[in-house]
């Protein structure tokens, strides 16, 4: 599918039920969902998408740019994590959750038009790339009946299932 077409409706969606939580009432059930569908929109931003477009960017030095990538989410949770705790502290975590949630709305127009899945698409060679320019094939056939006949496909989709339903005991 490519990294923008999970990444960016990932986000959206991760925001709006982030914000949408807040009208929740209080029955457990529906926080309960509410989680799990956040987890699997969440899971479309995580670290793995982003780190397979600077695979794309990167030739050389990849495992370096990707250790910044990583060192990055975390230096972004240092930011993050203790401003959303201030903000649920004294104005509640139903306006953290909507304020977060629309702080990622309001982002996603701006990585609308600045992400781009590979340099060639800009013209760009990749970083440390010793042939310049190569040309992209499109990818051939129906990528999602490809994903159910890759053998790797199912190992990796129980252990995310079982990660999540984890993440409720």
């Given amino acids: 599918?490519?990294?923008?077409?999970?990444?960016?409706?990932?986000?959206?969606?991760?925001?709006?039920?982030?914000?949408?939580?807040?009208?929740?009432?209080?029955?457990?059930?529906?926080?309960v969902l509410a989680y799990a569908a956040l987890g699997l929109a969440g899971a479309g931003h995580s670290t793995l998408p982003y780190a397979r477009t600077v695979s794309a960017w990167f030739q050389?030095?990849?495992?370096?740019?990707?250790?910044?990538?990583?060192?990055?989410?975390?230096?972004?949770?240092?930011?993050?994590?203790?401003?959303?705790?201030?903000?649920?502290?004294?104005?509640?975590?139903?306006?953290m959750a909507v304020g977060?949630?629309?702080?990622?709305?309001?982002?996603?127009?701006?990585?609308?038009?600045?992400?781009?899945?590979?340099?060639?698409?800009?013209?760009?060679?990749?970083?440390?790339?010793p042939r310049w320019p190569q040309p992209v094939a499109p990818p051939q056939g129906n990528p999602v009946a490809d994903a159910f006949r890759a053998l790797g496909l199912w190992p990796a989709a129980a252990g995310f299932v079982m990660g999540i339903g984890m993440g409720f005991c």
Avoid: C, K
């Fill in 100 to 129: 977060l949630g629309l702080l990622l709305i309001a982002f996603v127009p701006v990585l609308v038009l600045l992400m781009r899945e590979r340099p060639e698409q800009l013209g760009l060679a990749r970083y440390g790339d």
């Fill in 60 to 95: 050389a030095r990849r495992g370096l740019v990707v250790g910044v990538l990583t060192a990055g989410n975390a230096a972004g949770q240092l930011v993050f994590l203790p401003s959303m705790a201030a903000v649920a502290t004294h104005a509640g975590w139903r306006v």
């Fill in 1 to 31: 599918f490519g990294v923008r077409r999970v990444t960016l409706p990932a986000i959206f969606a991760f925001a709006a039920i982030l914000a949408g939580i807040s009208q929740l009432p209080g029955n457990p059930l529906y926080f």
